[in-house]
């Protein structure tokens, strides 16, 4: 069984329990887990795609999705593709007896962008967008595989966050620095920094999912444009990243793109976590 038709294979299972219901998804979890080796982790030349899923912890629905997310980041299905993904949190659910802990109006107003320049009506979660051109079907195995291989096709700038440190008097504060090279793409682009949680648990106590115990990975914290990249130039910069009081260091994932104004089209993307 070759690389990609054992990636897919634990994909598509996971796909099946989320469009099929919870009775599937402890079997689709198991086999998943059985079908995955570590071949599945990607290479150092795998094109970067970024995976952005709207959610909310007030949401019925978003649960499943949130389980799909950590598949994709865990199991790295698409073949030649480096799968970076990015739980955003809204707000709009927050008034429904659940104020999500992870929510933010910076996130809302991202996705509210998004919806204008993909031709959605409205915002609704869950919603997972691909290197910010492409909603993702997500109860439809073979859309969610054909989004994600034509995302890992497009052409990319090489991002590298180097020099990935805690500051030595102070945890709370990280240092980077972030280099591309040219930007060969016909735009000028901004530069992103994101600061995210590997690993979230949580226990809702009201609202949709009352008495749910949640998990999400790569919990969006902090967007923070760091600059712009000229078309036909390099960008290089340190940069200085801010952790919310109480975020454990070693929970941290940091995550460098590059996109078109918009927000438009991903034009490179990196992630990196702090040494332990």
Not at 97 to 106: C, I, L, R
Not at 168 to 195: E, F, M, Q, W
Request: proline share 6%.
């Amino acid at each position: 069984m070759n690389r990609g038709f054992v990636g897919w294979f634990a994909f598509l299972l996971v796909a099946l329990a989320f469009s099929c219901g919870p009775q599937f998804a402890a079997f689709a979890a198991a086999q998943a887990e059985s079908h995955t080796t570590n071949a599945l982790m990607p290479s150092a030349e795998a094109h970067p795609v970024l995976v952005e899923l709207f959610t909310s912890e007030g949401c019925s629905s978003c649960p499943p999705a949130d389980g799909l997310l950590q598949k994709l980041d865990v199991h790295q299905p698409i073949l030649g593709a480096q799968l970076i993904v990015l739980s955003e949190h809204v707000t709009y659910w927050d008034h429904d007896g659940w104020k999500d802990p992870n929510s933010s109006a910076e996130l809302t107003d991202r996705q509210a962008s998004y919806e204008e320049k993909l031709g959605e009506k409205t915002s609704y979660t869950p919603q997972m967008i691909a290197d910010g051109t492409a909603i993702v079907q997500m109860t439809k195995p073979d859309l969610v595989k054909s989004a994600l291989e034509k995302a890992a096709a497009s052409p990319k700038i090489p991002v590298r966050i180097g020099d990935l440190s805690v500051d030595a008097g102070n945890p709370a504060v990280l240092h980077a620095r972030i280099d591309t090279d040219a930007n060969d793409d016909s735009h000028n682009a901004d530069v992103y920094v994101v600061v995210a949680l590997d690993h979230v648990e949580s226990q809702v106590l009201k609202g949709e999912n009352g008495g749910k115990h949640l998990t999400h990975v790569a919990v969006a914290q902090e967007f923070t444009k760091i600059g712009k990249i000229e078309k036909g130039k390099t960008f290089s910069k340190e940069v200085q990243v801010n952790l919310k009081p109480g975020t454990d260091p070693k929970n941290v994932r940091v995550i460098a793109f590059i996109q078109e104004s918009g927000p438009g089209k991903m034009l490179g993307a990196a992630l990196r976590k702090p040494a332990s």
